[in-house]
C-alpha cells in the first residue's frame, strides 16, 4: 500500500504538509489532498475529502475576476484617421 501521505514522503514539503484547511478551517492538519473547484486546485484534508467524494460537504467557491473585455486599438486608430 502506497504511503505517500505520511513521514518520509511529506518531510520536504513546508511545515511537513500542514497546514489550514480551506473547507473545515481546522488549523495544523495535515492538507495533502488535492480537489478541482472552478479552475483551481485545493489543498484539503483527509477527512474534508472523504466528505467532499460522499456528497456531505462543498468545496469553497471562489469568486473569480470578471475579465473585461478589451476594445480593439486598431479600430480606433481607423475611426481617428
Do not use: W
Request: aromatic fraction near 4%; charged fraction near 30%; hydrophobic fraction near 35%.
Amino acid at each position: 500500500m502506497s504511503k505517500a501521505h505520511r513521514g518520509k514522503g511529506i518531510r520536504e514539503l513546508f511545515a511537513q504538509g500542514r497546514g489550514v484547511c480551506p473547507v473545515c478551517e481546522r488549523k495544523n492538519v495535515k492538507v495533502l489532498y488535492e480537489q478541482e473547484a472552478s479552475g483551481q486546485k485545493f489543498k484539503i484534508c483527509k477527512n474534508c475529502k472523504a466528505s467532499i467524494k460522499n456528497g456531505t460537504k462543498k468545496l469553497p467557491v471562489v469568486d473569480m475576476p470578471a475579465e473585461e473585455p478589451k476594445a480593439a486599438p486598431a479600430a480606433e486608430e481607423s475611426a481617428e484617421a
